[in-house]
């Protein structure tokens, strides 16, 4: 593996943020947004109701974070590529001498810096806000945060094939395949909730697992080992499907010429 | 001069359609070969194979004595490409899409490489551009900059004058005929433009349907064929299309 390479590959992805700010409103805007009017609703609904207030934002904004973490992830594997596609890129890249794992490293890194900057912002706002720490998960953010994020490179991954396949039509499953997954996964509420055939899809889910735990350590205030275990498990099952799936593609696309046709569109 | 490049019995099929068929060709070090055919002959796809972005169906590459596909990422360090379809980031600046490449590409003192390309081709004032804001002539230039940025050995240039007027279309041909002679680099050329063939080329192949018809001197393909031109060579080929003696298949 090249750092070089990969060191490369990252700063011009970040580069296209820093020469136009417009991009940083998907980092922040949106996702503010998202999380100011799911976080004023549940204030209505709590107060219309009356039940206990407290416990359920907590739950709502905790998931609101933590779905981002996934969301960004994923963003950045599938966005990265089409912003090279966009650029008319493409050829540049797969004729220099770059690795398909170094290019897919570069976008697994980017994701981190947008993840970074997401949930800095919204932890922010949450604070200031509703009062929500999201730091009361202490260190069990940390492997909390790393399996959505592993998550979100599988499915950016399976995007990016996708789109590969299908050419630049495709594009919207770019945005399309984590929501795809969201009922499943039981973001905003608990697995329990889901008719039993979506209750198994739901336990394939590393996402699940995180979602679940969450909730739990909010409640317990502490972190279910169980849940993180059976996360990282279906992580490693997605991790690899998903790096096949993605191989495969590639080396159907070179058969094909689906990367001169995608690169050329 | 030594063999760069060996093309043996090469074959690239979709389905029932074959672009390229059975074509065998060598490429002597620091020989400027240009590709000739009508649109969909092949040359395109024959090109993309060369630069591992296409999987041959059948047949080898063999490029600096080694097989392409067992040493694919090693060989493209030492090769680079620019086409007219396709672009550096428009949202970039000159120099950080050449600051890019020269990373990927492990050039060492990259800043003074970049300064003298960005002098040769006549565009270091606009460094700092954006690169979307640079005319069809500057982008063509870029593109050639970031080709030559690791000082390749095998360069590929697809249609580079395809959308530029004949001013300067003329300037990059000289520019790449110069460089090419002070750097003795061997060069794979696709053109509609048949002035840049016979100004840059030292041997043409002319391919249809996938196989190479004809080939050698662009002047003495001119000749043997008792044509006034090589565009009327072209469209007799084109339409014609049956294999002829070669005039000096190296």
Known sequence: ?265 | MSTLLTIEELTKDYGSTTAVDHLSLSVKKGEIVGLLGANGAGKTTLMQMILGLLTPTSGEIILFGESFHKHRVKHLKRMNFTSTYSNLPSNLTVEQNLKFFAQIYAVKDAKRKIDSLLQEFEIADHRKSITGNLSSGESTRLNLCKALLNDPELLLLDEPTASLDPDIADKVRTKVRQVADEKGITMLYTSHNMKDIETICDRLIFIHKGRIVTQGNPAKIVKQFERGSLEEVFIHLARDGEIVEETDNP
């Open chain 1, 1 to 265: 593996m090249n750092l070089n390479v990969i060191f490369a590959l990252t700063r011009r992805y970040l580069y296209l943020y820093t020469r136009n700010p417009v991009r940083m409103i998907e980092l922040i805007f949106w996702p503010s947004v998202e999380l100011l009017v799911m976080g004023f609703l549940t204030v209505f609904i709590q107060k219309s109701s009356g039940s206990d207030f407290g416990s359920f934002i907590r739950f709502l904004l905790g998931a609101v974070i933590f779905w981002d973490v996934l969301f960004r992830s994923q963003q950045a594997v599938a966005i990265s590529f089409l912003e090279d596609v966009w650029t008319r890129n493409l050829l540049n890249i797969f004729v220099a001498p770059v690795r398909t794992y170094e290019y897919l490293f570069a976008t697994f890194c980017v994701g981190l810096l947008r993840v970074g900057l997401t949930v800095f912002i919204l932890t922010l706002l949450a604070w200031l806000v509703y009062a929500f720490n999201l730091f009361e998960f202490e260190w069990s953010l940390i492997p909390y945060f790393a399996n959505l994020m592993i998550f979100g490179w599988s499915l950016g991954m399976i995007s990016t094939a996708l789109i590969l396949r299908w050419g630049q039509a495709a594009e919207g499953l770019a945005w399309a395949v984590p929501y795809l997954l969201q009922p499943f996964s039981a973001v905003f509420y608990p697995v329990s909730i889901l008719p039993t055939v979506f209750q198994f899809i739901a336990w394939l889910l590393p996402s699940t697992y995180v979602f679940e735990g969450m909730r739990a350590g909010l409640a317990e205030g502490s972190m279910n080992y169980t849940y993180f275990g059976l996360s990282v498990l279906a992580n490693l099952v997605f991790m690899v499907i998903s790096g096949l799936i993605f191989a495969q593609t590639m080396k159907a696309a070179r058969q094909k010429g689906l990367l001169t046709r995608i690169a050329t569109q």
